[in-house]
């Protein structure tokens, strides 16, 4: 069955940095565009990052872009988030995802697959 499973969250200072990681199984990774997201306490699931099969066009929210840098590697199903400058709006749960769309997704109903999601938790 389809898994992504997160990991490399944690507790970090404000102006530091951590690496999520997603690990993925059970589908044509390598055909997918992947994405990242986030959710605050209240607050709604929004958009982090995304970039597509081929690793050669990324989508970065405004409020990540520069900070932010998304990755992946087909040859091991794996896509990253390198999160440097973090700040305490960061924290969230961060989700890993999986869309059948070709590049420049962006919203959550454009994604098929997603994981149970990683805490990030930045402290000022």
């Known amino acids: 069955q389809v898994q992504l499973v997160e990991s490399g969250g944690g507790l970090v200072q404000a102006g530091g940095s951590l690496r999520l990681s997603c690990a993925a199984s059970?589908?044509?990774?390598?055909?997918?565009?992947m994405g990242w997201f986030r959710q605050a306490p209240g607050k709604e699931r929004e958009f982090v990052a995304s970039l597509n099969r081929y690793g050669v066009m990324n989508r970065y929210s405004d409020s990540v872009k520069g900070r932010f840098t998304i990755s992946r590697d087909n040859a091991k199903n794996t896509v990253s988030l390198q999160m440097n400058t973090l700040k305490p709006e960061d924290t969230a749960v961060y989700f890993c995802a999986a869309s059948v769309v070709l590049a420049g997704a962006m919203e959550a109903r454009q994604f098929n697959y997603w994981g149970q999601g990683t805490q990030v938790t930045v402290s000022s």
């Open positions: 059970g589908f044509a990774f390598s055909q997918y565009t």
